[in-house]
């Protein structure tokens, strides 16, 4: 009997959404759980495991972490990487999207006095670190490691989905970047989670 899957997160897309991604792009059923942070999350944070959110419940079991959910969840669906060291450079790659995801999420988090300042960041630490994505990205085009879609290419769509909104021009010379932001969206489970997911602030 498969797994009983269960995210629970706030009606945005943030640090569940490449869980969701995954979820989406394996076509595996899962109930996607969206809790108010004014009225609901009071009372469950002291339940959770680290206090915080995402959490996903498989079969009563808790996980929490984004990274480690996701990890699992591609593990779980064939999106991890074909082999052990396939999966380490997607851990790779992922782990170090952190830092970009970091900067873009910034602007969003300031005051308006300080806009200027995180967006002027972001445009700084962009270009030499995208310059080193497509260095590292593998020969595949429209994938960051090996030849078919893994946890990485999820995870650079949605995080450069959102500074490409800051930065419209930024992957214009590195085309292996942007070839996996077409293939993603290409995939048919996430098109279609793509064109139904909630309309969310971010």
């Known amino acids: 009997m498969a797994p009983k899957y269960r995210l ?3 009606n945005l897309r943030a640090r569940a959404e490449p869980t969701r991604l995954l979820f989406a792009a394996a076509g595996l059923q899962y109930e ?7 009225t609901e999350w009071p009372a469950l944070k ?6 915080q959110v995402p ?4 079969d009563g079991v808790t996980i929490c972490q984004s990274n480690a959910i996701a990890r699992y969840v591609a593990k779980e669906t064939g999106l991890a990487g074909k082999t052990n060291l396939e999966q380490a450079q997607v851990d790779m790659l ?8 970091g900067k873009q999420a910034a602007i969003r988090k300031a005051s308006e006095d300080k806009k200027d300042q995180c967006k002027e960041e972001l445009a700084a630490f962009a270009p030499n670190f995208l310059r080193r994505y497509e260095e590292l990205s593998g020969p595949h085009a429209g994938h960051l490691v090996g030849d078919s879609l893994t946890w990485a290419d ?3 769509y949605d995080v450069m989905a959102k500074v490409l909104m800051y930065l419209p021009g930024i992957l ?8 996996v932001m077409d293939t993603v969206p290409a995939n048919k489970g996430v098109a279609d989670w793509l064109a139904k997911r909630p309309e969310t602030p971010h």
Do not use: Q, S
């Open 154 to 156: 999820l995870e650079f």
């Open 94 to 101: 992922v782990d170090g999207m952190g830092d970009l995801r």
């Open 32 to 38: 996607d759980v969206r809790i108010r942070r004014d």
């Open 46 to 51: 002291p339940n959770t495991p680290m206090g």
């Open 172 to 179: 214009d010379n590195l085309p292996k970047l942007a070839k």
């Open 8 to 10: 629970i997160y706030f």
């Open 55 to 58: 959490v996903l419940e498989v």
